[in-house]
């Protein structure tokens, strides 16, 4: 099958979060299956331009109308990738090449966006790749279903269309007139992207996707909800009949702890206890806690932003330290409400507390070794990856139950038995202080059986041949429609 899969991020050329994530095991997951020819296209942003590592040749060069605009668009294809995925980077210095810093965040990404989804399918249209299937990713790419139903179907004759939710949050939304004015779309369409007279590029890709799909089942069921749909439950329920959920797995390759190179001691699941032991130690001496064996670390990574459930933990950590002997440990940057509390924290609490406030991938895998307990409160969670690293790497999940949080993380007894981590049902802080007490007495109280635990944990099958393997049935449900 030739599968074109479009995305504004994936790792390791651009990544600002788990979609970068799956943008690199996906296609690469799809491309291991016999009998695909998988093509992966991003844009070209100054920092994948000025990155020695990847070698491109250009092989094409054309203008995207958009509106009254003419764009330059040209086509980089990358050389050196050895996984069997074709990659192809859409050169702009305008909208991409000239721009410093964050990938999104800009008053017209809007119109950047839409430049890159346009761009995609004459790049089809010009490589004559034609692919049975187009799976498209969140808001920046959410134009191409529109574009290919309302003008490109007779260049597309038999190709279908996935459009993938990784977090309804960010929706596209522009102006009215963004709709004549850059998308220049036929007018009888109008009404496909219109939202209380707005544009809404998310809303479009739901009605003109010949299938939706998110990353977990669970969200698949709450995106029909207002509490977690802001403001497209009712589309998202008029097209039920076309969503599913299909839950994110992890490169497991990369997330190994027998082989990851950031660790100082490496292990798997029958010489964890020992390994974890060495990494634990560690790790508590590169962030400059006491190295305490016997002393349950609880660790997070994550981008410090309100839905991660950080306003939980602020509720509940100075209760949690004075009543509990435990080390916590964060690392991620963000809101600054969120830097200053953690910075604080730490300086009232030396020896209990560490806040990282950096990005730092290699520390990232320490903690995830390191760590007894890992905390992912989140308010709402599409899928999450990083619950999955951590039980990968032998670290116990406290999670709220939602979600693909729900759905990777079955809570476990008070004794340990069943499930892989512990859990809470409402979004409340005390009982997400229940919970991890719930976690810190089974490590104090039964060290065997929060070992038996981490051990079901590390067993888990995470990688993508699973959902590779039913995002293939969805491909060729569609093309069977
Ligand atoms: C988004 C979601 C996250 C998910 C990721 C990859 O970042 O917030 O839950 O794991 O996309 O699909």
Redesign the pocket.
Known sequence: MKIAILASEGAPYAKS???G??MEALPAALARLQGNEVTLILPYYKKIKDNPKYEVEQVAQFYVALGWRQQYAGIMKLKNRADGVQVYFIDNLYYFGGREGAIYGDMDDAERFAFFSKACLDTLVCLDFIPDVIQCNDWQTAAVPAFLKMQYSPLFPGTKCMFTI??VEYQGWANGDFYDNVLALPWEYRGVLDMNNSVNLMKGAIECADLVTT?SESYAQELMYPYYAHGLDGVLTDASWKLTGIT?GIDTNTFNPETDPALPAHYNAKTFVKGKAACKAALQQEVGLPVKPDVPLMVMVTRLAGHKGLDLLCYIARRLLWEEDCQLLILGTGEKQFEGFFTQLQQEYPDRVAAKITFDLGLAARIYAGGDLYLMPSKS?????SQMNAMRYGTVPVVHAT??LKDTVPGAAETGANGLGFTFQSYNADDFLASLKRGLHLYRNDRKAFQTLQKRGMEQDFSWDVPAGRYMELFHRMLSQ
């Open positions: 979060g788990g979609l994530d799956v990784h977090n990353v994110n969670e599409p899928c999450g990856l979600g693909g």
